[in-house]
């Protein structure tokens, strides 16, 4: 079982950068396909970004495509999601995901465990 917890999120203004960080414990991180998801109020959690295995693989959401990057450092058990030319609609929640598979994911359902997630509010 993996346990994880996110931090780093905050209220910026349009055109801010973020970077979130999402703390791993367990013996699988390593090698498990991670990811982030965002829920903002009134609507269903979003796929925002994945990462495969050694860092190797990715994938985005159309919506965060060239400004959002996703990186992991296994030595830290460690993963980040660096925010970049922030907008109001990126407002949400954001939660670290985690899967048992090394494949990529990006339908929210197929998460396995998450953490108790973020707050980022960016301002207009």
């Known amino acids: 079982q993996v346990h994880v917890v996110e931090s780093g999120g905050g209220l910026v203004q349009a055109g801010d950068s973020l970077r979130l960080s999402c703390a791993a414990s367990?013996?699988?991180?390593?090698?498990?396909?991670m990811g982030w998801v965002r829920q903002a109020p009134g609507k269903e959690r979003e796929f925002v970004a994945c990462?495969?295995?050694?860092?190797?693989?990715?994938n985005y959401a159309e919506s965060v495509k060239g400004r959002f990057a996703i990186s992991r450092d296994n030595a830290k058990n460690t993963m980040f999601l660096q925010m970049n030319s922030l907008k109001p609609e990126d407002t949400a929640v954001y939660y670290c995901?985690?899967?048992?598979?090394?494949?990529?994911?990006?339908?929210?359902?197929?998460?396995?465990?998450w953490g108790q997630g973020t707050q980022v509010t960016v301002s207009s």
């Open positions: 995901a985690g899967s048992r598979t090394t494949r990529q994911i990006t339908t929210t359902s197929e998460y396995d465990y």
């Open positions: 990462v495969g295995y050694f860092g190797g693989r990715t």
């Open positions: 367990g013996r699988s991180f390593s090698t498990n396909t």
